[in-house]
Every structure is written in C-alpha cells, then in structure tokens.
C-alpha cells in the first residue's frame, strides 16, 4: 500500500453515462498525476496538478474528460458521455522528492 | 520530447537464473529514469532511479540497472530471478529533477515470467 487511495477500484457503466474517480494522494505530496493504462500498453499521462492548479491538461484525451483538485487535497477525474474506447485502467499518482507514487487504479469497463 | 522502448514484450526465465530487460531511451536533454514493476491488480511500484548521479542504479528486491549514455540504454538486471519475481515491468523516462516537472513518459512493459 503506497499511500495514494482511488475509488472506485472497478466501475462498469453502460456508454453515454457519466463516470467519476476520486483519489486521495499522500497528504503531503502537493503534485499529482492522473494516467490511462490499456490492455497491453504502459501507462499514459493525461494531465497533473501542483496543488490545485492544473499545470498540464493538453493530454487529455477529449473534452469529454476534466479533473479537478479544488482544495489541493483530493482529485477527481471525470468522464461525460463515455465511449466503449473509455475502458481503461485509471491510475492516480502523488509526487514526494522526484519520485511517483501510485494507487492501485480504478478500472473502467464500458458496456 | 522523450521517448522509451522496451525491446522485449516477454521475457522468460527458469528460477534462479540470471534476468535481463532491455530498456532504450531517447530524449532532448539529460533525463531521470527509472523501472517500474506491477503484479497482477496491484499498483505501480518503484523498483530504482537515476537522477545523474551513479550510474550503476541499485534498487529493491536484488535489481540493479546501468545509465549508458553512450548507448541510451537503461537495462534492468537481477543475477538470480525468484518466483516473486513475475510480473510486469515498465521502464519510464522523465525530464531531469531540476525542469520541475515530474511527467513521466512509460514504454510498453515487458512481462516477466519465472518458470519453476
């Protein structure tokens, strides 16, 4: 257990639902990072914060996808009008010294 | 720009032999890069890093892995591979510490199997 929580561990909706993750970094950490596993692929970066700004999002993959991080604590990674191309692992990560800590990821199945 | 590849999908190897994972990396400045490992519905863990200090990286769980600038390479060894050992490996690369930017850019992994 690194310490990064994410919820849900598994979503399965059906497609044009609106999907939501939560992850609760290391309390101390004032970076974190959201990505997308495939099936066979290592993980890819969507967007990251440094408390709650949002310093990247150019990487998300449609407008259909936005994350937050209003208080600098928590995030939440939200998916409108999902697509079965949605399915994917969603990983969470917070940053302490250069080095990246991950949950254990919240899987998507869209039906 | 950066970019990471791992030159083998799948790497088998019998208990107790030596495992190598080759990992070959191409970027526009000095980078960081590490090994990651991920067994089966786990997350992500940090097995070692190079941040331009020593080349030769020691990490957990008897890995070890050499920064060749000359070859841009990043190879993941271990001398004598354990059962525990399975698993999926992902070398990243990320721009250096002092960018301040700690995006890291994965390659593909290569899945580990130990065989008995």
Redesign the interface.
Known sequence: D?G?SQDPRHKITKRGQNVTFRCDPISEHN?L?W?RQTL??????LT?FQNEAQ??KSRLLSDRFSAERPKGSFSTLEIQRTEQGDSAMY?C?S?MA????????SRLTVL | AQSVTQLDSHVSVSEGTPVLLRCNYSSSYSP?LFW?VQHP??????LL?Y?SAATLVKGINGFEAEFKKSETSFHLTKPSAHMSDAAEY?C?VSPP?NFG?????????TRLTIIP
């Open positions: 690194t990064v970076r990072y990505y066979g692929q290592g993980p890819e970066f990251y310093l990247e990983l990560a940053n250069g080095e990246l800590f991950f949950g254990e990821g | 960081s990651y519905n786990k997350g992500l863990q940090l890093k941040t992902f990243v510490p930017n700690e995006k890291l850019t994965f390659g593909t992994g």
